[in-house]
């Protein structure tokens, strides 16, 4: 079974902190994603990886980065929190994209920036 | 730019009964893949149903199967003999063949009641 954590469930932090938040796959995958949820607006993709060390922005980067080091660990960084990132975080992983594979989640960073 | 549309917030059952969960998309690709996921209320994201645009045999799985109709670009859930665990947020994608990136619906919640 694939297993995609993250590193905490729920996260508090005060407008201006640097944030960083860690997904960590156990499969092997080569592709990993960090996806913001927001009620009305499903999931729209941070940013993604295909490999260790290389990074695409996805719909709404602005205000994150991105560091992939090692191969099943994928971390998402705000620089300075502001209070409209306050939001639900969700990591994924998933295989090349050659095959019709899915994409396989973690169970979410409830991030609240007050 | 493809778009995935799920025009109901929300829906509800009746344990037992049958419910079709609705999504349109927009592309001018014609080689994709579709998907239903869903999410409970603990957040895990899990993989319900996915259709290969290539494959006019609505895919199936259980009691979750689809009604693809690629002309009009609708790619319906319907859950049959619904339980109370089918409770959850439902989640439309689209991926295009030759990349892994997936793009969501706003998701439709489920209600079931007993």
């Known amino acids: 079974d694939v297993k995609v954590t993250q590193s905490s469930r729920y996260l508090v932090k005060r407008t201006g902190e640097k944030v960083f938040l860690e997904c960590v796959q156990d499969?092997?995958?080569?592709?990993m994603f960090w996806y913001r949820q927001d009620p009305g607006l499903g999931l729209r993709l941070i940013y993604f990886s295909y490999d260790v060390k290389m990074k695409e922005k996805g719909d709404i980067p602005e205000g994150y980065s991105v560091s992939r080091e090692k191969k099943e660990r994928f971390s998402l960084i705000l620089e300075s929190a502001s209070t409209n990132q306050t939001s639900m975080y969700l990591c994924?992983?998933?295989?090349?994209?050659?095959?019709?594979?899915?994409?396989?989640f973690g169970p979410g960073t409830r991030l609240t920036v007050l | 730019a493809q778009t995935v549309t799920q025009s109901q917030p929300e829906m509800s059952v009746q344990e037992a009964e049958t419910v079709t969960l609705s999504c349109t998309y927009d592309?001018?690709?014609?080689?994709?893949?579709l998907f239903w996921y869903k999410q409970p209320p603990s957040r895990q994201m899990i993989l319900v149903i996915r259709q290969e645009a290539y494959k006019q045999q609505n895919a199936t799985e259980n009691r979750f199967s689809v009604n693809f109709q690629k002309a009009a670009k609708s790619f319906s859930l319907k859950i049959s003999d619904s339980q109370l665990g089918d409770a959850a947020m439902y989640f439309c994608a689209y991926r295009s063949y030759n990349t892994d990136k997936l793009i969501f619906g706003t998701g439709t919640r489920l209600q079931v009641f007993p």
């Open positions: 994924a992983s998933s295989q090349t994209p050659d095959s019709p594979d899915t994409q396989y």
């Open positions: 499969m092997d995958h080569e592709n």
């Open positions: 592309t001018s690709e014609s080689d994709y893949y």
